[in-house]
């Protein structure tokens, strides 16, 4: 199973940029698929997650001017940021949930300029 993610690059604040992030592999009916970021010299944090039946959650710092959304049918998870900031720079790190594992990406990195 991999976690293949998409979409991140260098943007100026107050631009957008778009990830996506694909499951490929067998994987048994995911539950939650996520976001989570780490900048430098700070601890890995979650973005935002969105389980199966559509319910989402944000982290405050980004309400507001990022939303999650999966298709089911073909495991993907995107991630829509608006408005980004400077402090939105860090690495954004894809994850998927099942009752029997947690699956990671290997991060893909958004930039945002001042």
């Known amino acids: 199973v991999q976690l293949v993610e998409s979409g991140g690059g260098l943007v100026q604040a107050g631009g957008s940029l778009k990830l996506s992030c694909a499951v490929s592999g067998s994987i048994f009916s995911i539950n939650f698929m996520g976001w989570y970021r780490q900048a430098p010299g700070k601890q890995r944090e979650l973005v935002a997650d969105?389980?199966?039946?559509?319910?989402?959650n944000y982290a405050d710092s980004v309400k507001g001017r990022f939303t999650i959304s999966r298709d089911n049918a073909k495991n993907t998870v995107y991630l829509q940021m608006n408005s980004l900031k400077p402090e939105d720079t860090a690495v954004y790190i894809c994850n998927a949930q099942n009752v029997i594992n947690t699956y990671w990406g290997q991060g893909t990195q958004v930039t945002v300029s001042s």
């Open positions: 969105i389980a199966r039946s559509g319910d989402t």
